[in-house]
């Protein structure tokens, strides 16, 4: 079976920038691993340091060392200390992980100094596990930045060391669960296995009984073999063995071997040992073991740990011949298990959600810090567009160390103490400053970029009135705006001024855009020289009087549609205030004044009665006159008059109308307040979602409503109280319905803290089953008080069903076909408690810490006042045979919600209409076809006339049959308007290898994987095990020469696909299977 060979590769990928010298031996990977005994217990142990990219410190503060009175950390001490004592002893090994510390350390060290280390990579003593900028958090983290950062940091890898720094095992030693999506990530970049530390404790208890701890891992039931990965969940999550961390941070006894000291204790700390690795191999298959040596921001002195574990190896070598101890790497110990010719359980679902105990769920952090979520999304919204700008316009080298800037905050932003909201509150500062600054410094790259693609055809650098337009630096000023909270200096402040809209999506779409404005009449030019159709809408009372940190004058919003944005294109619009009479230059006075917050005590009243009751009210109440509805010829949203909150929702199809009864409203959970002593006394934290009860409250049961109408847009202002309020909208032409929820400050008054959520009610039978997205991509179905892999203890019956909605959830009525889809422009936990329920957690304030390391409470505060947060939910209903169905519908939806055009402002002072219109006002930067099911995923400079091209087939097999999951093909050719295409090579996922380099490891598994996992869970499910076949079978996995899916694929009825091509008939034309992504390296030359 052991047919595949292990050599290291001896070629270096890609031109690396340095390579290791010449004379280094090169040793690394599987042949510098320690041999193992077939006849003994291998202990692994593996030296590591968990280095937060920012947590309880920034990550300066962590990088340096400083503030330590916070926290003794400092990651500069820890790489130069285990340096020097890598270099002492061959036999030594150390696992580093983050790159963004690495990168940091790297450019502080002098040229014998990277010798050294590089020497060290090159014999595999200094190994690197993981190797992303960060270690990702997997829950709130989108698949998007999650693959940006993970190339950032093996890029960072191969260019500095090559061949010997590209990491072979995954290590998500901290992250909070585990998400599938992941796992289809790490296999398809290479990665040879993948360790966990965290997992639920009711999993852990029946692996550790039933020896399933190791398993293979199918990430993606549509790529199916490709994306399988052996995963190992460790014994001690990071930790040493008690007794046995031997770091400066720590207390425990070193080991004393002189016999002649009373305090010598070899012969107990042996025995101790000895028992801890009795206990840890009675739970796993193989004669192999990993014991992980490190923990949080150990080894700044690493001498500490190596004198002891020399000392800890040789004596219990000597003493128990039974037992192997080695110093090994996370590499070296997946190879064992791979030697080792044992048989593996299988996994298809993911680690979801992750509880700690009882009543410990961390399923608070999937919304916690909303904000800084939303802020964040918006970043890798802005560097995809930075990237492709950069890509396709040829800048300058200086605009590339401005690019890096987003590219690495980016990659900080995924750490798992950041996107999570988990770190202290400065902490978040920090991180909005760093995130800040790239996308500043990216702004920079936009502008030179636009203003290249703009001047084509213009005289705009010749005009003499300012010497500085002739030189290279000059860029037309573009700024960006705060438009979620409706606040633009330029839009509120000029009479005349541009907007530039950038679409970052492979397709051509239509969006509405809001300028927030001062005036009552403008003028929008196209850039056919067409005046735009508009409208001006007031922005809601309920948006001025909570956004109280607003530094804006504007009081109404100018809404209009663009039009066949063009793909990786813009249009521009020239905006010219028509009645200048009036600027209002402060707000109603009613707008300041503060209303009482301490209203909602008496507010929060028990939901007296059952929202299902309501949608029999309003469902008789359709035929209503009275009823208050907004829409348009698609889509109808009609208030119940009676409750004053939606009563169901209609949708209209080839003059057919279907109505369908939903009640939406928002409620909150009072968190739990507790000293955490013990698991029943937790309190609901940054970490925890706790309730006190598993009835959440309504906040008033009498909303105010108010109706705004108009050519382009219909809304509904609703008020729930002073601090709650959301705008219900539907704009011309569009399929769906916008609840853009306004939520803050959460009233802390009464000292309860409160968790905030947005709910949705039909009528649909959904058999305690939804599903929720992975990291924004594949669907996974959940079952109400279920796990997959074993019988759940249900201890925490709302937060213990709460999973991660990175973009969507929904619930289907099987019966009839009827689906409902919710789409968030953030990461949020989300349910279905109740049939036909959905439920999203859009805000949270909390009292309490909830004893997981923070040591804050998630208060967040913004001059002094609660946070305020805003959002949005997109809701899609439906019936599968729709003209376009539900899932389909929402797919491309959330795609466009992710990569919005990108809305940039020049102010009329800078670029008069007679300038303007000498502009080249339009540009399309795909000039060939797209298929619909293509997702342009990657589009950036790469090395030297590179760039760095991935293609994604966003669909799943079962999502559109015979449509838009058939397979696809694109013409890489003629793709782009601006690159010439020299030459195309694939390399995997993460861009770190040739395609035709990989080599994948073939694991021998109990049972077959199920063809659908989705389609084998199901209510009735005998959760004891997900045994389906008996059988045992090899799995094969052959390289990806041979895709292991084309056997039974769909070749036939491409039916949007006009042309048929060939594969391999021409080299630039390549195919997508469903899920599917493509990377490659593409030599260009600018047209
Ligand atoms: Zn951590």
Known sequence: MKILSFVAFSIFIFVIESRPNENVKQTCGYDSCHPTKSDAINVHLVPHTHDDVGWLKTVDQYYYGSRNNINKAGVQYILDSVVDELIKDPVRRFVYVESAYFDKWWSDQNDQRRHHVKRLVAEGRLEFAGGAWSMNDEAAAHYHSVLDQLTWGLRFLNDTFGECGRPKAGWQIDPFGHSRELANMWSLSGFDGLLLGRVDYQDRRRRSNSKELEMLWRGSDDLGVGSDIMTGIMFNTYSPPPGFCFDILCTDEPIIDNPNSPDYNVDKMVENFLEYVNDAQSVYKTNNIIITMGGDFTYQNANLWYKNMDKLIKYVNEREPKVNLLYSTPACYIKSLYDSNAIWPVKQDDFFPYASDEHAYWTGYFTSRPTFKYYERRGNNFLQVCKQLYAMTNLNARDKVDLNMLRTAMGIMQHHDAITGTEKQNVAKDYERILENGIQDCLVVVQEAMTKLMSEKSELYETPSSSESNSKDYYLPMTLCQLNASECVISETNDNFVVTVYNPLGHTIDDYIRLPIAGNTYDVTSASGEKVETQIVAISENVLNQLKTRNSIATKELVFLVEKLPRLGYKSFYVQKTNSSEIQTKRPSTYNKLESRKKH????????????????????NLSNEQSLTIGNEYIQVSMDPNTGYVGSISQIENNKTTTFPLVQEILFYEGMSGNNNVSENRASGAYIFRPKSAEPLLITDKPINKVVKGKLVEEIHQRFSDWASQIIRVYRDRGYVEFEWLIGPIPIEDKVGKEVISRF????????????????????????????????????????????????ISIKDESSKKSLFVLTDRSQGGSSLKDGQIELMVHRRLLHDDAFGVEEALNETENGLGLVARGTHYLVIGKDDDNVPPLVFSKILALSKLLQPAVLFTSGDNLTMLEWKQNKNEFNGISSFLPPNVHLLTLEPWKGKSVLLRLEHFFQKKDSPDALSNPATVDLEQLFSKLKILSVRETNLAANLWKSDMNKMEWTTEEDMAEEFNDKYNPDYDSERLRIFDEPSVLMMNGFEKSPYTVGRRDKNYNFLKKKIKRDENKFVISLDPMEIKTFVVEVEFR
């Open 601 to 620: 005590a008496s507010e929060g009243t028990k939901l007296n009665h059952e929202s299902r009751n309501k949608i029999k009210n309003s469902h008789s």
């Open 761 to 808: 009610t039909t009528d649909f039978k959904s058999e305690n089953t939804f599903y929720t997205d992975s990291n924004g991509r594949q669907l996974l179905k959940r079952i109400l008080n279920k796990r997959p892999t074993w019988k759940l203890d249900v201890h925490e019956p709302v937060s213990g069903n709460y999973y991660p909605v990175t973009s969507m």
